[in-house]
Nanobody
Framework: QVQLVESGGGLVQAGGSLRLSCAASRRTFSSYVMGWFRQAPGKEREFVATISWNSITTYYADSVKGRFTISRDNAKNTMYLQMNNLKPEDTAVYYC???????????????WGQGTRVTVSS
């Protein structure tokens, strides 16, 4: 079992930046593929980004490519999402997730955090 705790959400103006963090409970964190999903009000949860266990491979949704950067520090059991040039349509609850292989599909991931809310005002 892996427990994931997100932090760093908040209210920001359009064009601003936020950095989300995801702290994992297990030292085996480094063996997991990690990812971020988000869910806007009234919408399905959608893929944002994923990163391989060794940080060599990353994938992004087209909607965030060039603005968001996913990273991880295995020594700290922590994953990050740097979000720049935020837009109102980025408003959502952001979820951290862990799994065994990279995928944009929710069902590919085994563990989920409780989410952190990001609100971008226009």
């Amino acid at each position: 079992q892996v427990q994931l705790v997100e932090s760093g959400g908040g209210l920001v103006q359009a064009g601003g930046s936020l950095r989300l963090s995801c702290a994992a409970s297990r030292r085996t964190f480094s063996s997991y593929v990690m990812g971020w999903f988000r869910q806007a009000p009234g919408k399905e949860r959608e893929f944002v980004a994923t990163i391989s266990w060794n940080s060599i491979t990353t994938y992004y949704a087209d909607s965030v490519k060039g603005r968001f950067t996913i990273s991880r520090d295995n020594a700290k059991n922590t994953m990050y999402l740097q979000m720049n040039n935020l837009k109102p349509e980025d408003t959502a609850v952001y979820y951290c997730t862990a799994g065994t292989f990279s995928s944009p599909l929710r069902r590919s991931y085994d563990y989920w955090g409780q989410g952190t809310r990001v609100t971008v005002s226009s």
